[in-house]
Nanobody, 116 residues
């Protein structure tokens, strides 16, 4: 299992930027596609960006061109650089493997709040 610890969230004005970090324990991190998920108030958790072990990335249409995902396999860490933030990006952000199974526990997440 990957035991993720997310950090870097905070309060930012619309148009601002934040960089999220994910520290993951376990050797699985280096052999799995990883992703950033988010859950906005009253909504289901959604996958917003993925990165393969080789560095191939994909982003949801809602964040494409604004969010960049990256990883450092040597340090078992992953990042999400978020720019041009919008109020609708407000959510708790989580990192985890992709696809995620029921045995892949969630971390505590990191809250991102974008004010208008």
């Amino acid at each position: 299992q990957v035991q993720p610890v997310e950090s870097g969230g905070g309060l930012v004005q619309a148009g601002g930027s934040l960089r999220l970090s994910c520290a993951a324990s376990g050797s699985i991190f280096r052999i799995r596609t990883m992703g950033w998920y988010r859950q906005a108030p009253g909504r289901q958790r959604e996958l917003v960006a993925t990165i393969s072990t080789g560095g191939t990335t994909n982003c949801a249409d809602s964040v494409k061109g604004r969010f960049t995902i990256s990883r450092d396999n040597a340090k078992n860490t992953m990042f999400l650089q978020m720019t041009s933030l919008k109020p609708e990006d407000t959510a708790v952000y989580y990192c985890n493997v992709v696809p995620r199974g029921p045995w892949d526990a969630w971390g505590q997440g990191t809250l991102v709040t974008v004010s208008s």
